[in-house]
């Protein structure tokens, strides 16, 4: 007697059976088990008979189904978009009326309303001009948002009791607090890599020394509160972009308008506060640590400690001073402004999410340069 082979395939849970009659179209019938096996037994003959038919209408007869689950129903559907699609019709009869509620929950035709067409192509004055309209709705939401955060601001500062202080606190902790490490270590790295290759051209004329008034210069004016800034955009307007965002896809913030909160005053200027303070605290440390970084050079140049300290004691200004942390100031209002609005700007699902996150540090960075630009203009008017 032969051994039962146990590594056999097991038969179809599912069988497909086609019957030809020329005044009513072909007949396609189902029996068995239309469950994830069964259904992947049979969709592509049940398919190719579909489409074989072409605009002819398709009965499907499902009286011998003895099951019919998700990926049967998912058949059925897909029958029925194919035989419209290609201008017939298609006709479940025999299904047992516990299946054939399932498949009615579902409308086929609302299927193919959403079903994704092939966009047509935009000639380049068309993609010039929707750009356009698409950077003055983005514009105009802008300075719509900027005046209702004036008007919050305005308030929290006439009555401070109103501002969630805790939170602006928790905000402080997680934006400024949890960054100090990254900052210390890019800003020390800039300081060592910046005094570097500067020195190495520098020694041929003797002159290394002027390293550290390059330094403490560039970093006290510039570099400092740009890096920081652009770092905050990275970590901190992304952060604040996606935990609104996420906020408002789960209808939170219509939550909040429900029990007649302010968004922007109950989420937006806590989070405000705490960026435009801590950023120049931040921006502090970056420089301090590129400074110690730019020590480390001199040293292995051969020059002591105290001969750098003179130089940057002799080299740094209050006004420089004074201006880098201006500007940190306003670089750390934009990057958590833009994050808060690209958050409460989010529709759709969690790819929404995604998308204004990116939004959030691209316009931030963008924000950074323009008002970067503009602070330089104006130092040099007034003399700085």
Known sequence: MPRENKNAPSPPAARILRREDASHGPTLTLSGRLDAAGT????????????AAGTAPVTVD???????????????????????????????TGLDPKFHRLFDLHDPVAFLKNARRPGKRLSLPEELGREAWRLSVDVRHLISFVGEFATALA?????PGRVRWKDA????????????PIILLVGFLMGLIMAFQSAVPLKQFGAEIYVAKLLVISMTRELGPLVTAIILAGRSGSAFAAEIGTMSVNEEIHALVTMGLDPVRFLVVTRVLAA??????????????????????????????????NQLQSSASIGDILGGLSKSAVFG???????????????????AVGDATTSAVVSGIILIAVADGVFAVLFYAMGW
């Open 62 to 92: 499902a009286s011998g189904v003895t099951h019919c689950s998700g990926p049967g129903i998912g058949l059925l559907l897909e029958l029925t978009l194919l035989a419209r699609q290609a201008g017939g019709t298609l006709a479940v």
């Open 169 to 180: 606190l928790a905000v402080a902790e997680t934006a400024g607090v949890n960054a100090l």
């Open 155 to 159: 308030v929290a500062a006439r009555h």
């Open 333 to 351: 209002l934009f990057v958590c402004g833009i994050g808060c609005l690209r958050g409460l700007q989010t529709r759709g699902g969690p790819s």
């Open 40 to 51: 992947a037994a049979v969709w592509d003959a049940a398919v190719a008979m579909v489409r």
């Open 276 to 309: 435009v303070a801590m950023t120049p605290i931040l921006s502090i440390f970056f420089t301090l640590a590129s400074l110690v970084g730019g020590a480390l050079v001199m040293l292995t140049f051969g020059y002591p400690l105290v001969t750098y300290l």
